[in-house]
């Protein structure tokens, strides 16, 4: 049972189950996600997930001085047009390339 906020369930994907929203003043929303444990170590902070506090610092260090391995826009938040295609920027064989996504033609 949760109650007031957040919560989490582990459940056996072989079996059925169900759920209820007792409170008729407030939606439920619920996520259901499955996988299997890693059996590793497992550090969080913000967006980092890691497996030490030692690699988290190191995470947000490079962010800091990277801003996502060198971001290239003015803004953390760049919006594009909605016209415009979709792209992906990487460097393949030491050559900049930009990757479009399939044409629906």
């Known amino acids: ?37 890693i059996n590793e170590p497992v550090a969080q902070h913000g967006p980092f997930v890691m497996n030490t506090q030692q690699q988290i610092s190191q995470a947000f260090s490079e962010y800091q001085r990277t801003r996502f391995g060198g971001w290239p826009w003015k803004e953390d938040a760049v919006i594009f047009p909605r016209e415009q295609e979709r792209f992906a920027d990487m460097i393949v064989d030491g050559k900049k390339v930009r990757e479009l996504p399939p044409s629906n033609e």
Not at 7 to 17: E, R
């Open 1 to 37: 049972e949760i109650k007031n906020g957040r919560g989490a369930i582990v459940l056996d994907a072989s079996q059925s189950c169900s759920f209820e929203n007792t409170n008729t003043q407030t939606d439920a929303h619920i996520l259901i996600l499955q996988g299997r444990p």
